[in-house]
């Protein structure tokens, strides 16, 4: 049998095939492939030939059991750094859509803040917006990637962000033995939102304007992990829908936490964006600000660039954006030399 240790244990591990390595720059490291890790992954006898004779069953079974063992072994030292650290974790696209990658998001939420990690859920629920827009007989509409929101959407987005998905996720995290407490920027003045410059033909789709975290540090220290939906109010009290990368990225320079995360439907930053094996796994402020002056980060990932930015400007001390759709992509990026997805630091 050939059993190498792993970084985690075998369900922490992504399982997508490797790729060819990216060129580097002064200031990015590439990645050759999120996947390389593979390498390191225990293989079984089981998995290589037929079953072994049931005399070498205790045997394998010790062997299983001491390579869990030496997996948290290894984990020890990143307990050991982020324990009592805040960590901000958006939350949206396909993690959110598939039960399963839900149940893995909430299983780590829940085991990162057992071992110490103060975790903070951000999160958006587009598709389920999307769903109820259709049963009110309201068709989605975008510009620029950005819901129009008129009135009535804005109804359907606060009933269904605060009301059903907020809520729910509270539940799971409860389920799975944490402790929630669910809240939007609404709620004790979290969030303030202004309109958007493109408030005209956007609606009601606002920006941050300023964030009063006095509500979350009670919760934090208490050990409980606080929920919030990217619903807020302006001066006047009219409600907005703000972005939630923006929103975490607020949320996560407010509360002095020590990384955001940004859980994406793409496996970060690439430094060819036809080439999903150039993952760029490390870059600082200035290479990440050449890869958007040179084209090579567009489109929708502007904005998650720009929010980290920002986030980092104003403290936070590093900011990942990572895929979500890898299993237990969170502990893989926080309890792992390797991580999974691009790491921004200042």
């Known amino acids: 049998m050939l059993l190498t240790k792993p970084h985690l244990s075998n369900p922490l591990l992504p399982s997508a095939p490797p790729s060819n390595p990216a060129p580097s720059s002064s200031h990015a490291r590439p990645l050759a492939a999120p996947t390389a890790r593979r390498g390191r992954l225990r293989v079984s006898a089981a998995s290589a030939a037929a079953p072994a004779p049931s005399a070498a069953a205790p045997a394998t079974a010790a062997a299983a059991a001491l390579s869990r063992v030496d997996v948290l072994s290894e984990a020890l030292p990143f307990i050991q750094r982020f324990k009592g650290k805040t960590v901000v974790v958006k939350y949206g696209g396909a993690a959110m859509k598939s039960p399963e990658l839900q149940a893995s998001v909430i299983r780590d939420l829940v085991l990162l803040s057992f071992v110490g990690l103060r975790p903070v859920l951000v999160h958006g629920g587009g598709p389920e917006i999307n769903s109820w827009l259709l049963r009110v007989g309201v068709e989605p509409q975008f510009r620029d990637g950005l819901r129009v929101t008129d009135a009535l959407t804005m109804e359907v987005v606060e009933m269904v962000l605060v009301g059903k998905v907020n809520k729910n996720l509270v539940s799971l995290i409860n389920l799975a033995r944490g402790t929630a407490v669910g809240l939007c920027g609404k709620d004790a003045r979290l969030i303030t939102a202004r309109p958007s410059p493109n408030a005209a033909a956007l609606g009601f789709v606002g920006e941050v304007a300023r964030v009063d975290a006095t509500v979350l540090h009670p919760i934090i220290a208490s050990g409980h992990i606080p929920v ?16 939630a990368d923006t929103a975490a990225g607020e949320i996560a320079a407010a509360v002095g936490a020590e990384k955001l995360l940004l859980l994406t439907d793409v496996s970060g930053i690439l ?7 150039s993952l760029v796994k490390e870059i600082d402020i200035a290479g990440v600000r050449q890869m958007v002056a040179d084209g090579k980060v567009a489109g929708g990932m502007i904005p998650k660039v720009e929010c980290c930015v920002r986030a980092l400007a104003q403290g936070v001390h590093t900011a990942s954006i990572i895929d979500g759709r890898v299993p237990h992509s969170l502990l893989l990026e926080i309890l792992t030399d390797e991580g999974t997805g691009t790491m921004i630091t200042g």
């Open 271 to 277: 430094a060819d964006r036809n080439d999903p094996g």
């Open 228 to 243: 919030i939906a990217t619903v807020a109010a302006d001066e006047t009290g009219q409600a907005y829908n703000i972005n």
